[in-house]
Protein backbone atom coordinates (compact mmCIF):
# COMPACT_ATOMS: atom_id res chain seq x y z
CA UNK A 1 0.00 0.00 0.00
CA UNK A 2 1.64 3.48 -1.15
CA UNK A 3 1.62 5.79 1.81
CA UNK A 4 1.32 9.83 0.44
CA UNK A 5 3.50 12.14 2.61
CA UNK A 6 2.30 15.78 2.76
CA UNK A 7 4.73 18.52 2.47
CA UNK A 8 4.17 21.44 4.59
CA UNK A 9 5.07 25.08 4.34
CA UNK A 10 8.54 25.57 5.62
CA UNK A 11 7.01 29.00 7.65
CA UNK A 12 4.91 26.87 9.24
CA UNK A 13 7.66 24.83 10.24
CA UNK A 14 9.96 27.79 11.40
CA UNK A 15 7.04 28.88 13.46
CA UNK A 16 6.34 25.70 15.14
CA UNK A 17 10.07 25.17 16.27
CA UNK A 18 10.43 28.67 17.77
CA UNK A 19 6.92 28.72 19.97
CA UNK A 20 8.04 25.01 21.33
CA UNK A 21 4.03 24.67 21.07
CA UNK A 22 2.56 21.19 19.35
CA UNK A 23 -1.00 22.59 19.25
CA UNK A 24 -0.05 25.99 17.54
CA UNK A 25 -1.49 24.10 14.06
CA UNK A 26 -4.07 22.03 15.75
CA UNK A 27 -6.53 22.99 12.31
CA UNK A 28 -4.37 20.96 9.90
CA UNK A 29 -3.84 17.84 11.92
CA UNK A 30 -0.32 17.40 11.85
CA UNK A 31 1.12 13.67 12.61
CA UNK A 32 2.49 14.68 16.64
CA UNK A 33 5.50 13.18 15.70
CA UNK A 34 6.23 15.37 12.79
CA UNK A 35 5.71 18.04 15.21
CA UNK A 36 8.15 16.72 17.89
CA UNK A 37 10.77 15.79 14.59
CA UNK A 38 10.38 20.09 14.04
CA UNK A 39 10.91 21.17 18.02
CA UNK A 40 13.68 18.86 18.61
CA UNK A 41 16.00 19.20 15.25
CA UNK A 42 17.40 22.17 14.19
CA UNK A 43 16.11 24.33 11.60
CA UNK A 44 18.45 23.76 8.11
CA UNK A 45 19.47 26.78 6.22
CA UNK A 46 16.60 27.93 3.66
CA UNK A 47 17.73 29.57 0.66
CA UNK A 48 15.09 32.80 0.20
CA UNK A 49 14.62 36.04 -1.26
CA UNK A 50 14.37 39.42 0.63
CA UNK A 51 10.74 39.93 -1.57
CA UNK A 52 8.81 36.91 -0.64
CA UNK A 53 8.98 38.01 2.93
CA UNK A 54 6.99 41.47 1.90
CA UNK A 55 3.74 41.81 3.18
CA UNK A 56 0.31 40.87 0.63
CA UNK A 57 -0.61 44.70 0.10
CA UNK A 58 3.25 45.61 -0.05
CA UNK A 59 3.02 43.23 -3.19
CA UNK A 60 0.02 44.24 -4.95
CA UNK A 61 0.68 47.56 -5.02
CA UNK A 62 4.31 46.87 -6.55
CA UNK A 63 2.72 44.88 -8.86
CA UNK A 64 0.21 47.94 -9.93
CA UNK A 65 3.10 49.96 -10.65
CA UNK A 66 4.67 47.54 -13.07
CA UNK A 67 1.84 46.92 -14.54
CA UNK A 68 0.79 50.83 -14.96
CA UNK A 69 4.34 50.86 -16.55
CA UNK A 70 4.25 47.86 -18.65
CA UNK A 71 1.21 49.54 -20.08
CA UNK A 72 2.93 52.86 -20.86
CA UNK A 73 5.97 51.52 -22.46
CA UNK A 74 3.65 49.40 -24.69
CA UNK A 75 1.53 52.30 -25.80
CA UNK A 76 4.63 54.28 -26.44
CA UNK A 77 6.21 51.72 -28.28
CA UNK A 78 2.83 51.08 -30.79
CA UNK A 79 2.48 55.11 -30.99
CA UNK A 80 6.19 55.55 -32.01
CA UNK A 81 6.15 52.62 -34.29
CA UNK A 82 2.90 53.81 -35.83
CA UNK A 83 4.00 57.51 -36.34
CA UNK A 84 7.07 56.19 -37.89
CA UNK A 85 5.14 53.42 -40.52
CA UNK A 86 3.28 57.21 -40.95
CA UNK A 87 5.45 59.98 -41.50
CA UNK A 88 9.59 58.17 -41.63
CA UNK A 89 12.04 59.59 -38.76
CA UNK A 90 12.63 62.60 -37.43
CA UNK A 91 9.16 64.19 -37.45
CA UNK A 92 10.20 67.19 -35.91
CA UNK A 93 12.19 68.28 -39.22
CA UNK A 94 9.70 67.19 -41.95
CA UNK A 95 6.77 69.10 -43.51
CA UNK A 96 3.59 67.14 -42.99
CA UNK A 97 1.27 68.39 -45.90
CA UNK A 98 -1.43 65.38 -45.63
CA UNK A 99 -4.22 66.14 -43.30
CA UNK A 100 -5.70 62.89 -42.99
CA UNK A 101 -2.65 61.84 -41.79
CA UNK A 102 -2.46 64.45 -39.19
CA UNK A 103 -5.68 63.40 -37.83
CA UNK A 104 -5.01 59.60 -37.75
CA UNK A 105 -1.65 60.66 -35.64
CA UNK A 106 -3.93 63.06 -33.38
CA UNK A 107 -6.52 60.63 -32.88
CA UNK A 108 -3.80 58.08 -31.65
CA UNK A 109 -2.05 60.57 -29.21
CA UNK A 110 -5.11 61.59 -27.65
CA UNK A 111 -6.36 57.99 -27.36
CA UNK A 112 -2.59 56.92 -25.82
CA UNK A 113 -3.26 60.22 -22.91
CA UNK A 114 -5.66 57.99 -20.86
CA UNK A 115 -2.65 55.99 -19.92
CA UNK A 116 0.33 58.13 -20.46
CA UNK A 117 1.18 62.50 -19.76
CA UNK A 118 0.26 64.03 -23.05
CA UNK A 119 4.24 65.77 -22.36
CA UNK A 120 5.91 62.01 -22.15
CA UNK A 121 4.11 61.18 -25.46
CA UNK A 122 5.23 64.42 -27.26
CA UNK A 123 8.84 64.11 -26.31
CA UNK A 124 9.19 60.58 -27.28
CA UNK A 125 8.06 61.73 -31.10
CA UNK A 126 10.29 64.68 -30.94
CA UNK A 127 6.80 66.48 -31.66
CA UNK A 128 6.86 70.21 -30.01
CA UNK A 129 3.66 71.12 -28.06
CA UNK A 130 3.36 74.12 -30.36
CA UNK A 131 2.66 71.75 -33.33
CA UNK A 132 0.06 69.31 -31.80
CA UNK A 133 -1.97 71.88 -30.82
CA UNK A 134 -1.95 73.35 -34.30
CA UNK A 135 -2.90 70.05 -35.92
CA UNK A 136 -5.26 69.66 -33.35
CA UNK A 137 -6.77 72.92 -34.31
CA UNK A 138 -6.55 71.86 -38.11
CA UNK A 139 -7.85 68.10 -37.82
CA UNK A 140 -10.66 69.53 -35.93
CA UNK A 141 -14.26 69.54 -37.88
CA UNK A 142 -15.63 72.85 -36.12
CA UNK A 143 -17.86 75.00 -37.92
CA UNK A 144 -16.54 78.26 -36.18
CA UNK A 145 -15.31 80.49 -38.17
CA UNK A 146 -11.48 80.19 -35.88
CA UNK A 147 -11.14 76.88 -34.96
CA UNK A 148 -10.37 77.80 -31.18
CA UNK A 149 -13.52 77.23 -29.66
CA UNK A 150 -15.02 80.41 -27.36
CA UNK A 151 -16.69 77.85 -24.65
CA UNK A 152 -13.12 76.58 -24.13
CA UNK A 153 -11.59 79.97 -23.83
CA UNK A 154 -13.86 82.70 -22.81
CA UNK A 155 -11.49 85.58 -22.89
CA UNK A 156 -11.04 84.88 -26.86
CA UNK A 157 -12.17 87.14 -29.21
CA UNK A 158 -15.21 87.00 -30.48
CA UNK A 159 -16.92 86.66 -33.80
CA UNK A 160 -18.63 89.64 -33.24
CA UNK A 161 -15.28 91.49 -32.20
CA UNK A 162 -13.88 89.92 -35.66
CA UNK A 163 -16.48 91.35 -37.98
CA UNK A 164 -15.91 94.89 -36.09
CA UNK A 165 -12.56 95.08 -37.02
CA UNK A 166 -13.00 93.14 -40.17
CA UNK A 167 -15.42 96.52 -41.10
CA UNK A 168 -13.21 99.28 -39.71
CA UNK A 169 -10.29 97.67 -41.91
CA UNK A 170 -12.07 97.72 -44.92
CA UNK A 171 -14.27 101.09 -44.01
CA UNK A 172 -13.53 103.71 -47.22
CA UNK A 173 -13.52 106.22 -44.22
CA UNK A 174 -10.69 105.17 -43.31
CA UNK A 175 -8.46 104.22 -46.21
CA UNK A 176 -6.35 106.86 -45.62
CA UNK A 177 -5.27 105.65 -42.10
CA UNK A 178 -2.32 103.41 -42.07
CA UNK A 179 -3.35 100.08 -40.36
CA UNK A 180 -0.81 100.95 -37.28
CA UNK A 181 -2.88 104.53 -36.97
CA UNK A 182 -6.56 102.53 -37.50
CA UNK A 183 -5.59 99.94 -34.74
CA UNK A 184 -4.54 103.24 -32.17
CA UNK A 185 -7.70 104.99 -33.56
CA UNK A 186 -10.01 101.86 -32.77
CA UNK A 187 -8.53 101.99 -29.36
CA UNK A 188 -8.81 105.69 -28.06
CA UNK A 189 -12.80 105.48 -29.75
CA UNK A 190 -13.01 102.09 -27.60
CA UNK A 191 -14.15 100.20 -30.37
CA UNK A 192 -11.78 97.18 -29.90
CA UNK A 193 -9.79 95.76 -27.41
CA UNK A 194 -7.01 93.61 -28.32
CA UNK A 195 -3.31 93.89 -28.90
CA UNK A 196 -2.08 94.96 -31.96
CA UNK A 197 -0.29 91.83 -33.07
CA UNK A 198 -3.94 90.43 -32.62
CA UNK A 199 -5.53 93.39 -34.86
CA UNK A 200 -2.80 92.50 -37.91
CA UNK A 201 -3.65 88.07 -37.76
CA UNK A 202 -7.12 88.87 -37.87
CA UNK A 203 -7.00 91.40 -40.76
CA UNK A 204 -4.38 88.98 -42.55
CA UNK A 205 -6.69 85.99 -42.09
CA UNK A 206 -9.73 87.74 -43.08
CA UNK A 207 -7.68 88.87 -46.13
CA UNK A 208 -8.97 92.36 -45.23
CA UNK A 209 -8.67 94.66 -48.28
CA UNK A 210 -8.41 98.60 -48.01
CA UNK A 211 -10.90 99.30 -50.55
CA UNK A 212 -8.08 101.63 -52.25
CA UNK A 213 -8.17 102.24 -55.82
CA UNK A 214 -4.86 103.87 -57.70
CA UNK A 215 -6.04 106.42 -60.23
CA UNK A 216 -2.49 107.43 -61.28
CA UNK A 217 -0.66 105.04 -63.52
CA UNK A 218 1.89 102.61 -62.03
CA UNK A 219 5.48 103.66 -63.30
CA UNK A 220 6.60 101.41 -66.12
CA UNK A 221 9.00 98.40 -64.34
CA UNK A 222 10.75 98.37 -67.53
CA UNK A 223 12.92 101.37 -68.43
CA UNK A 224 12.71 102.48 -71.80
CA UNK A 225 14.44 100.33 -74.59
CA UNK A 226 16.12 101.14 -77.99
CA UNK A 227 15.94 98.90 -80.97
CA UNK A 228 19.59 99.56 -82.33
CA UNK A 229 23.02 101.86 -81.04
CA UNK A 230 21.79 105.74 -81.69
CA UNK A 231 18.84 105.82 -81.03
CA UNK A 232 18.65 106.40 -77.65
CA UNK A 233 20.81 108.52 -75.29
CA UNK A 234 21.00 109.16 -72.05
CA UNK A 235 22.82 112.16 -70.54
CA UNK A 236 23.33 113.15 -66.02
CA UNK A 237 25.54 114.36 -63.60
CA UNK A 238 26.75 112.73 -60.43
CA UNK A 239 28.65 113.94 -57.21
CA UNK A 240 31.19 112.22 -55.41
CA UNK A 241 33.60 114.04 -52.51
CA UNK A 242 37.65 113.30 -52.33
CA UNK A 243 38.47 112.81 -49.02
CA UNK A 244 39.13 116.58 -48.15
CA UNK A 245 35.18 117.15 -48.72
CA UNK A 246 35.45 118.82 -51.78
CA UNK A 247 32.90 118.13 -54.36
CA UNK A 248 33.47 116.29 -57.90
CA UNK A 249 31.03 116.26 -60.73
CA UNK A 250 30.95 113.32 -63.35
CA UNK A 251 28.76 113.62 -65.96
CA UNK A 252 28.49 111.05 -68.55
CA UNK A 253 26.42 110.10 -72.04
CA UNK A 254 25.29 106.37 -71.88
CA UNK A 255 23.84 104.92 -75.27
CA UNK A 256 20.46 102.95 -74.58
CA UNK A 257 20.85 99.99 -76.69
CA UNK A 258 24.26 98.96 -75.94
CA UNK A 259 24.97 100.54 -72.66
CA UNK A 260 28.15 101.85 -74.16
CA UNK A 261 29.77 105.08 -72.52
CA UNK A 262 29.59 107.47 -75.45
CA UNK A 263 31.29 110.44 -73.66
CA UNK A 264 31.95 111.48 -69.47
CA UNK A 265 33.27 114.68 -67.99
CA UNK A 266 34.67 114.89 -64.57
CA UNK A 267 35.42 118.63 -63.06
CA UNK A 268 35.02 120.72 -60.17
CA UNK A 269 31.65 122.91 -61.91
CA UNK A 270 28.87 121.96 -63.91
CA UNK A 271 26.50 123.86 -65.71
CA UNK A 272 25.69 124.30 -69.77
CA UNK A 273 28.81 124.75 -71.20
CA UNK A 274 30.00 121.51 -69.59
CA UNK A 275 26.69 119.93 -70.60
CA UNK A 276 27.06 121.19 -74.15
CA UNK A 277 30.59 119.97 -74.47
CA UNK A 278 29.57 116.85 -73.80
CA UNK A 279 27.05 116.34 -76.03
CA UNK A 280 29.17 117.42 -78.85
CA UNK A 281 32.10 115.02 -77.46
CA UNK A 282 29.14 112.31 -77.89
CA UNK A 283 28.07 113.34 -81.69
CA UNK A 284 32.06 113.11 -82.96
CA UNK A 285 32.37 109.83 -80.99
CA UNK A 286 29.43 108.86 -83.07
CA UNK A 287 29.01 109.60 -86.89
CA UNK A 288 25.44 110.73 -88.47
CA UNK A 289 23.91 110.03 -85.46
CA UNK A 290 20.54 111.65 -84.69
CA UNK A 291 19.02 109.82 -80.90
CA UNK A 292 16.42 111.14 -78.83
CA UNK A 293 18.30 112.60 -75.85
CA UNK A 294 16.90 111.67 -72.17
CA UNK A 295 17.94 113.48 -69.11
CA UNK A 296 15.89 114.65 -65.92
CA UNK A 297 14.88 118.49 -65.59
CA UNK A 298 18.26 120.11 -63.48
CA UNK A 299 19.48 122.97 -64.37
CA UNK A 300 22.83 121.85 -65.93
CA UNK A 301 20.81 119.79 -68.45
CA UNK A 302 17.84 122.07 -69.28
CA UNK A 303 19.01 125.58 -69.94
CA UNK A 304 19.20 127.51 -73.03
CA UNK A 305 22.47 126.92 -73.47
CA UNK A 306 22.03 123.54 -74.28
CA UNK A 307 18.75 124.43 -76.07
CA UNK A 308 20.59 126.40 -78.61
CA UNK A 309 23.23 123.52 -79.58
CA UNK A 310 20.95 121.17 -80.15
CA UNK A 311 19.07 123.49 -82.34
CA UNK A 312 21.92 123.89 -84.26
CA UNK A 313 21.87 119.93 -85.12
CA UNK A 314 18.34 119.62 -85.02
CA UNK A 315 18.50 117.25 -81.96
CA UNK A 316 15.47 117.48 -79.09
CA UNK A 317 16.30 117.30 -75.45
CA UNK A 318 13.81 114.78 -73.24
CA UNK A 319 13.05 115.64 -69.79
CA UNK A 320 12.22 112.17 -68.06
CA UNK A 321 9.37 111.65 -66.32
CA UNK A 322 7.46 115.27 -67.44
CA UNK A 323 7.69 114.59 -71.62
CA UNK A 324 7.87 110.67 -70.95
CA UNK A 325 6.84 107.97 -68.14
CA UNK A 326 10.16 106.62 -68.53
CA UNK A 327 12.95 107.49 -66.13
CA UNK A 328 16.39 108.16 -66.19
CA UNK A 329 17.29 105.15 -65.05
CA UNK A 330 19.99 103.53 -67.40
CA UNK A 331 22.45 106.15 -66.82
CA UNK A 332 21.72 106.19 -62.94
CA UNK A 333 22.60 102.69 -62.91
CA UNK A 334 25.99 103.36 -64.61
CA UNK A 335 26.89 106.00 -61.90
CA UNK A 336 25.78 103.44 -58.90
CA UNK A 337 27.97 100.87 -60.28
CA UNK A 338 30.43 103.17 -60.91
CA UNK A 339 30.32 104.70 -57.38
CA UNK A 340 29.83 101.22 -55.04
CA UNK A 341 31.67 98.90 -57.12
CA UNK A 342 34.87 100.97 -57.86
CA UNK A 343 35.12 104.44 -56.30
CA UNK A 344 34.16 104.05 -53.07
CA UNK A 345 36.34 101.37 -52.13
CA UNK A 346 39.08 104.05 -53.39
CA UNK A 347 41.19 106.85 -51.78
CA UNK A 348 40.22 110.07 -53.68
CA UNK A 349 42.76 112.62 -53.17
CA UNK A 350 41.44 115.11 -55.67
CA UNK A 351 40.32 116.02 -58.97
CA UNK A 352 43.32 114.27 -60.68
CA UNK A 353 42.88 111.20 -58.91
CA UNK A 354 39.04 111.19 -59.46
CA UNK A 355 39.27 111.88 -63.42
CA UNK A 356 41.99 108.49 -63.57
CA UNK A 357 39.69 106.34 -61.51
CA UNK A 358 36.50 107.67 -63.84
CA UNK A 359 38.24 106.70 -67.49
CA UNK A 360 39.73 103.34 -65.97
CA UNK A 361 36.07 102.63 -65.18
CA UNK A 362 34.71 104.17 -68.17
CA UNK A 363 37.40 101.96 -70.37
CA UNK A 364 36.45 98.34 -68.58
CA UNK A 365 32.80 99.42 -68.53
CA UNK A 366 33.10 99.62 -72.61
CA UNK A 367 35.54 97.02 -73.70
CA UNK A 368 36.05 94.40 -71.06
CA UNK A 369 32.86 94.06 -68.82
CA UNK A 370 30.41 91.27 -70.76
CA UNK A 371 26.95 91.80 -69.47
CA UNK A 372 23.61 89.54 -69.43
CA UNK A 373 21.57 92.29 -70.89
CA UNK A 374 23.73 92.13 -73.84
CA UNK A 375 23.76 88.09 -74.60
CA UNK A 376 27.48 88.02 -73.01
CA UNK A 377 28.85 90.99 -75.52
CA UNK A 378 30.88 94.04 -74.51
CA UNK A 379 28.79 97.49 -74.83
CA UNK A 380 31.54 98.19 -77.42
CA UNK A 381 30.95 94.91 -79.33
CA UNK A 382 26.68 95.21 -79.08
CA UNK A 383 27.21 99.27 -80.25
CA UNK A 384 29.43 97.90 -83.39
CA UNK A 385 26.64 95.46 -84.32
CA UNK A 386 28.52 92.14 -83.29
CA UNK A 387 26.17 88.82 -82.76
CA UNK A 388 26.24 87.63 -79.40
CA UNK A 389 25.99 83.55 -80.76
CA UNK A 390 29.61 84.82 -82.43
CA UNK A 391 31.21 85.69 -79.37
CA UNK A 392 34.64 83.98 -78.98
CA UNK A 393 34.71 82.09 -75.91
CA UNK A 394 38.12 81.45 -75.25
CA UNK A 395 37.24 77.26 -73.53
CA UNK A 396 38.47 74.17 -75.08
CA UNK A 397 35.60 72.20 -72.96
CA UNK A 398 36.97 68.95 -73.83
CA UNK A 399 40.57 69.96 -72.17
CA UNK A 400 39.40 71.23 -69.48
CA UNK A 401 37.07 68.06 -68.42
CA UNK A 402 39.95 66.03 -68.80
CA UNK A 403 42.04 68.30 -66.55
CA UNK A 404 39.44 67.87 -63.75
CA UNK A 405 39.34 64.53 -64.32
CA UNK A 406 42.82 63.95 -63.66
CA UNK A 407 43.28 66.23 -61.23
CA UNK A 408 40.30 64.90 -59.14
CA UNK A 409 41.92 61.17 -59.88
CA UNK A 410 45.09 62.43 -57.63
CA UNK A 411 43.28 62.56 -54.76
CA UNK A 412 43.92 60.13 -52.08
CA UNK A 413 40.40 58.47 -51.39
CA UNK A 414 39.66 58.75 -47.34
CA UNK A 415 38.58 55.63 -45.04
CA UNK A 416 35.22 56.56 -45.49
CA UNK A 417 34.96 56.82 -48.95
CA UNK A 418 33.96 53.69 -50.67
CA UNK A 419 36.01 54.51 -53.70
Given at each position: MNHTYKTYDHRIKILVHQSKNPNLFSDLNIPKSTIRTWIKKPLSNIVTHPSLDKPDKELIAENSILRKKLIENTTLSNIAIFTFRLFGFQIQFRKLKDLESKKTLISKIKESTQTIPLKDILETLSLSPQRFKFWSKESTDCKLEEKTCQKLRPTKISSDEVHSIVSIASDKKYSHFSLTSLFLYSKRQGWINLSISSWFRIIKTNDVQRGLKRKYKLKNRQGIRALKP?????????????????????????????????????????????????????????????????????SENDNHQVHEYLQTIKAKLTIAGIDIDYSNSMIESFFHRLKNRYLYSLNLKDLKAVKKYVDFFVEEQNNRIPMLGLGGLTPFEAFNGEDPSEVNIKVDIQKMREQRIAQNDKITACSICPC
Open positions: NQIWHLDLSIIKTITGQRIYIQAIIDNFSRIILAHHVSTRYGGKSTTGLIKQAFENSQNANPQIITDGG
